[in-house]
T-cell receptor, first 114, second 114 residues
Framework: EAAVTQSPRSKVAVTGGKVTLSCHQT?????MYWYRQDTGHGLRLIHY???????EKGDIPDGYKASRPSQENFSLILELASLSQTAVYFC?????????????FGEGSRLIVV | GDSVTQKQGQVTLSEDDFLFINCTYS??????LFWYVQYPGQGPQLLLK?????NKGISRGFEATYDKGTTSFHLQKASVQESDSAVYFC?????????????FGKGTKLSVKS
């Protein structure tokens, strides 16, 4: 039983359109993250959250918003999708932050912007 | 800021070959270093964590240590199998409190031929 589930798993979006990627975790973890994976760039942090109703910017937040309405749910929002946002997006959760954290990832959402 | 450099983008081996993947890192504090593995079609998952320089992390036949003197961190396995084919990421968390975040390398894609 997957503890971090993402939806949709795959999406084709039109340039300028709005895209929402959703993540749900059953780990009872406080921390949740959105990463982007591109060939040659590895995993880069977009936004993260350590408590409901609060989000923090990661390393590459431009063009993305995040929402954490509850401990279990964390969404990534692209208000105006662009070609450069074509990538695979991973959600993850962890019990704690800092040196103790082990991240548990979902299976990814492949986004293609055309 | 913290950084992790993984120069080997792709490694191709035959079964029973020795695996060695190296990372170098830059941080101003005392890092905890991780190796994550991503199998095809899945999200990354934790393989190893090493919290202290010169200590060894061991999991599933893989070993990892880090050298504070050369700021390097390597992953090795004595005899790889086809099932080890995956992308391997090194990552670090600095010692900066509960909200410190993981910084990932770009990943090394391992292909093992039978």
């Amino acid at each position: 039983e997957a503890a971090v589930t993402q939806s949709p798993r795959s999406k084709v979006a039109v340039t300028g359109g709005k895209v929402t990627l959703s993540c749900h975790q059953t780990n009872n973890h406080d921390y949740m993250y959105w990463y982007r994976q591109d060939t040659g760039h590895g995993l880069r942090l977009i936004h993260y959250s350590y408590v409901a109703d609060s989000t923090e910017k990661g390393d590459i937040p431009d063009g993305y918003k995040a929402s954490r309405p509850s401990q279990e749910n964390f969404s990534l929002i692209l208000e105006l999708a662009s070609l450069s946002q074509t990538a695979v997006y991973f959600c993850a959760s962890s019990m704690t932050g800092g040196a103790g954290n082990t991240l548990y990832f979902g299976e990814g959402s492949r986004l293609i912007v055309v | 800021g913290d950084s992790v450099t993984q120069k080997q983008g792709q490694v191709t081996l035959s079964e029973d070959d020795f695996l060695f993947i190296n990372c170098t890192y830059s941080t101003t504090t005392y890092p905890t270093l991780f190796w994550y593995v991503q199998y095809p079609g899945q999200g990354p998952q934790l393989l190893l964590k090493v919290t202290t320089a010169n200590n060894k992390g061991i999991s599933r036949g893989f070993e990892a240590t880090y050298d504070k003197g050369t700021t390097s961190f390597h992953l090795q396995k004595a005899s790889v199998q086809e099932s080890d084919s995956a992308v391997y990421f090194c990552a670090l968390v600095d010692g900066g409190g509960s909200n410190a975040k993981l910084t990932f390398g770009k990943g090394t894609k391992l292909s093992v031929k039978s």
